[in-house]
């Protein structure tokens, strides 16, 4: 398995290179690249700019693991304004567009949300209705959408057979799930997850997850690896047992708040100590 | 407005079971498809509540039909409100669904001006619902019931006709007898039946089995 941090982690004040430096001297083997969540990589970054970010992460060693974003929070594909899902569809496309000159096969997409207006029922049959064609435009590419589970946040597909009938009812092998291991909070079990998707995931985010404390302010539910209540261990079994072989990305929502870049290297070693098993 | 829903079942029971292909009324639905005008959604949501008696048309070629429903509309061209008038003059009734509350300030006041022009419907303005509490539109008929809002709303202004339909004590559907029976719809039912809501079907239903 291959590790792989956030671009959204470089602290704010940070140039993509000296960040990138970091994540190469911390122990990564690639980067995730977000989406209109970082000033070098927006919706208007041309595809001569997109080329010049691959540049820049191959000359420090490093791969794009897979193009994220957070744009759907905002713009999602559930939207009920036929206006909003085409701009929501049109950000999945530059995934793919931008996923295939940065040389990755992977995007991570926020199906939908399920708000108190905008009910489930229609949600669902929106995201099927949007992510059929995307997926073929994905499949053209070469590039494979992940639906992430964010589980608490999109109040939608809350549960693993319930993902894998939303998966099952899309059809589409370029359409799978990119697992994020910490979502689950205290809904289900991430072993689970990951015995029910097998071949279906696309790519794993990692961060660890303090069920009891849930949505309470300005505390996060999220923690670093190995401080909250996964079973990694059950994990690291599961991921052997469907033959995950893939790229492992850590998604930290606490960030340290000294000496930021030490976050990358515990990170790292943390991830170190996940992919070999000693747990 | 007086009719109690068991009421209504009691006196519709003989004319239709469920929307879709147990219904035992002849066929005459027909809907106007706008195409890029309209809520495709709503479309959907049409098509598949009453499939497979409901007849997909677009203009020119509107036949004569018992029930003519125009889904979602967000533009309403002259052709299309004169099909409308034509349909109601032959004694159709009309399910008329404006999804004005989709479309930019300038359409609005276009499709405002079409809606008075050929249809004497007069609309106030589009309404953003939410945030609110109680996400549901409010029917009066063919019996009370409560179906789910669709986000935006156009506001009726006082008009002749019944109205039939009200969010938060704002009426928002009208029901005028005429030349042919005409309802309008300021609050799209068609993605409620898309999305399979048990209620909107059942009110469907329970408006075509009123068209003669």
């Not at chain 1, 602290?11 to 977000?34: N, Q, T, Y």
């Not at chain 1, 036929?82 to 701009?87: E, F, S, V, Y």
């Not at chain 2, 029930?67 to 399910?95: Q, Y």
């Not at chain 2, 405002?112 to 509490?133: E, F, N």
Request: glycine share 8%.
């Amino acid at each position: 398995m291959k590790r792989s941090i956030g671009d959204n982690m470089i602290p704010k004040d940070w140039a993509f290179e000296r960040g990138l430096d970091l994540v190469k001297k911390s122990g990564f083997d690639g980067i995730e690249l977000w989406l209109g969540d970082v000033p070098w990589f927006q919706m208007t970054t041309t595809d001569a700019e997109v080329r010049e970010l691959r540049r820049k992460v191959e000359n420090a060693g490093l791969v794009v693991s897979n193009v994220s974003t957070g744009l759907h929070w905002a713009s999602p594909l559930s939207a009920r304004d036929p206006r909003g899902r085409a701009q929501a569809a049109r950000i999945v496309e530059r995934q793919i567009e931008t996923a295939r000159l940065l040389g990755s096969d992977a995007i991570l997409v926020v199906a939908g949300l399920v708000t108190d207006e905008v009910p489930y029922n229609e949600v669902y049959q929106r995201c099927l209705d949007a992510l059929r064609p995307l997926g073929d435009t994905a499949a053209r590419a070469g590039v494979k959408i992940g639906c992430e589970n964010c589980n608490a946040e999109q109040r939608f597909l809350l549960s693993p057979r319930e993902f894998w009938q939303f998966l099952n009812d899309v059809n589409s092998p370029a359409v799978g799930i990119h697992l994020d291991v910490g979502n689950i909070h205290d809904t289900g079990f991430a072993e689970q997850w990951i015995e029910m998707h097998g071949p279906r995931i696309t790519r794993i985010h990692l961060k660890d997850v303090l069920k009891h404390r849930g949505r309470s302010g300005d505390q996060s539910v999220y923690t670093n690896l190995f401080l909250g209540d996964n079973n990694w261990p059950a994990i690291r079994a599961a991921l052997t047992k469907v033959g995950y072989d893939g790229w492992l990305i850590a998604e930290m929502e606490a960030r340290y708040r000294y000496a930021p870049d030490q976050q990358f290297y515990d990170t790292a070693q943390a991830m170190d100590r996940l992919i070999s098993g000693r747990l | 407005m007086g009719m109690t829903r068991r009421d209504f079942l009691v006196t519709a029971a003989g004319a239709t079971t469920s929307v879709g292909g147990k219904l035992r009324r002849p066929a005459g639905w027909v809907l106007l498809d706008l195409k890029g005008d309209c809520l495709r959604e709503s479309v959907a949501g049409y098509q598949a509540a009453l499939h497979p008696r409901l007849l997909s048309a677009q203009l020119p070629d509107l036949p004569r039909c018992a029930a003519l429903i125009v889904p979602g509309a967000l533009d309403i061209s002259p052709a299309v409100a004169r099909a409308i008038v034509a349909a109601l003059h032959a004694g159709a009734t009309v399910i008329l669904e404006s999804a004005a509350g989709f479309i930019a300030e300038q359409d609005f006041r276009a499709h405002r001006a079409v809606l008075r022009d050929a249809l004497d419907v007069h609309i106030d303005a589009a309404q953003q619902l939410w945030p609110r509490s109680v996400p549901y539109v409010d029917f009066g008929w063919p019996y009370a019931t409560k179906l789910r809002d669709f986000s935006r709303v156009v506001r009726l202004a006082a008009q002749p006709g019944a109205v039939i339909a009200s969010v938060d004590g704002f009426p928002v559907a009208l029901k005028r007898f005429g030349p042919g029976t005409l309802i309008f719809l300021g609050s799209p039912v068609g993605p409620a039946l898309w999305s399979g809501d048990a209620e909107a079907r059942a009110w469907l239903s329970a408006v075509l089995a009123t068209a003669s």
